[in-house]
């Protein structure tokens, strides 16, 4: 049998193989605590399960729901961005309903790059921009994210060809898997940059509202130009403990909107719309959760930078985000930790080259795991040293 040539370049989804190493252990025997995948364990507020309880309930929801999204949940999505960021949408050209902005960042190489086009990537960064440009047989550039940087990247550093040649670059803060925020300016320059060279930004936002300390991190729409030269992914998957739920969006530049709008129509139909309405209900209802949550993973984030330090290992201190982000010790790579930590350990960790070369050298450690395991999980990490 021949399968496509793209296959042969397309590498394993990196939680599919933590998924598989974490059934092996287990069948072992092995009491493996993952803080691998960012995939909060409280449960989605109660007002928007009963939602979906309610909409489900209702046969109208059962048919096919509309390509373009309720127009109902992308008003909201506009309200939202006006109340929270200040940024002005229109709810029918502006904004797209995605089934998770995964979907979306993984069907925008094919909305706006052809075939032979390069696009640029951060890196680290969240795997699925590097694979969706290989789905769409576009060349994906890693655009380095360094330490030195603060994890942003140096955009005078991009040289003029690449910069000329590139028709997109996909790029996220707070940031995953280094959990930086955007300093200020950063996205003015960003702005300008893209203008001068034309190329579409996505911005990529799901952690907008995790922050810790008092940080209040912005919307890439805010800044003067933004929607003349790209959109924004968000998702209701961090926010609100949504993640099983597959409901995010893009918003931003009507042209890629409706473009990637274009390609979904040829692929899905939509997302059911009782999840839209749970959508809204997340979005419009009793908003504590956001507060309890920053709680929760301030918490765990003090937790984990109290034991790195002990251990030994070096680490900034998150401002947002749900990852922290630790240099391995001298003489491993990050492959080779995170397999010592999980046959010694029996804990997961995400090696830091999985987000792309310039991850060479982390790991990433979840907060996504209950106050008791994850203090355990160190404990056995201190062990394993
Ligand atoms: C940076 C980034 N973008 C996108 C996503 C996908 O989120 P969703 O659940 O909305 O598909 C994630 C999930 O971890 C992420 O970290």
Redesign the pocket.
């Known amino acids: 049998m021949k399968l496509a040539r793209r296959i042969d370049n397309l590498p394993p989804y990196l939680f599919a193989e933590i998924d598989k190493k974490v059934v092996e252990k287990r069948a072992q025997g092995v009491d493996v605590i993952s803080l691998g995948i960012?995939d909060p364990v409280e449960p989605t507020p109660q007002n928007i399960i009963d939602k979906l309880c309610e909409q489900a309930n209702n046969p109208a929801n059962h048919r096919y729901p509309s390509y373009s999204g309720l127009p109902a949940f992308r008003q909201a999505i506009a309200k939202w961005y006006k109340e929270r960021f200040g940024v002005d949408l229109d709810p029918v050209t502006e904004v797209l309903p995605l089934i998770?902005?995964?979907?979306g960042?993984a069907h925008i190489d094919l909305a706006v790059l052809d075939p032979g086009d390069t696009t640029l990537i951060a890196d680290p960064g969240?795997p699925n921009y590097n694979t969706g440009a290989i789905l769409a047989g576009v060349n994906p550039v890693h655009v380095p994210l360094l330490e030195e940087n603060d994890f942003l990247p140096d955009l005078e550093g991009i040289d003029v060809k690449t910069a000329r040649d590139a028709k997109m670059f996909l790029l996220?803060y707070p940031n995953?898997p280094t959990s930086a925020i955007a300093t200020d300016g950063f996205f003015n320059d960003l702005i300008a940059w893209a203008g001068n060279n034309q190329v579409i930004i996505g911005h990529?936002n799901?952690y907008s509202e995790i922050t810790f300390d008092g940080y209040v991190a912005p919307s890439f729409l805010q800044y003067p130009g933004a929607k003349d030269v790209g959109v924004e992914f968000h998702?209701l998957?961090k926010t609100y403990n949504m993640?099983g739920w597959r409901i995010?969006w893009v918003c931003g530049n009507a042209q890629v909107v409706e473009a990637l709008g274009r390609v979904k129509t040829h692929i899905d139909s939509g997302i059911f719309n009782a999840i839209q309405y749970a959508g809204i209900e997340a979005l419009e209802g009793p908003q504590d959760i956001i507060q309890d949550m920053r709680e929760i993973y301030t918490r765990r984030r003090n937790t984990v930078m109290e034991a790195l330090d002990k251990i030994g290992l070096k680490a900034r201190k998150p401002k947002a985000t749900i990852y922290v982000w630790a240099r391995v010790p001298e003489g491993y790579s990050s492959a080779s930790f995170a397999t010592h930590v999980l046959d010694t350990a029996g804990v997961i960790v995400s090696p830091g080259n999985a987000y792309g070369p310039s991850g060479e050298g982390f790991i990433r450690i979840c907060l996504s795991v209950k106050d008791d395991r994850l203090a355990e999980a160190l404990e056995r990490i201190k062990d394993s040293l």
């Open positions: 960012g998770g902005s995964k979907e960042l969240y996220n995953n990529d799901p998702s998957s993640t995010g």
